[in-house]
């Protein structure tokens, strides 16, 4: 991964076999970024998305081995613990133009991946919530 910082803005270049979500939380953790928003585009080869069943408190999960087009990932980071945790979702779509999308628990990256990803002032915490199941923003 290398990077370059234009202003507020942190310009990520992840290259193939990196993994995104791994590579943006090791950023912030050595930048010490405690609260942040970030957007990607580019490619994978492959991704394992989920859909949260609120009844199940449980993450549906699908893991997709394949070229595929990064169409948008949006996310936060936040502490969870002391440590930065980082919260995605992504779209991504095929060669036949098919999309799907969900929370992004990991993408390996294809061709390239770009993440611009924005700190914010302050921090942001995350703290277990029972009813949920969840990781939930403390404000």
Known sequence: MKHQQLGNTFVLLLYTGERIIESVTAFCKEK????AQFAAIGA???????????????YNWKKAEAELEIDSIIGNV????GEPLVHAHATVSDGEMHSFGGHLKEAVVGASCEVFL??????LERTHDDVTGLKLLQL
């Open 118 to 123: 924005q700190p914010l002032q302050g921090k």
């Open 78 to 81: 936040a502490l969870f613990e």
């Open 32 to 35: 010490n970024i405690a609260a």
């Open 44 to 58: 994978v080869k492959e991704v394992e998305l989920g859909f949260y069943s609120l009844e199940a408190k449980a």
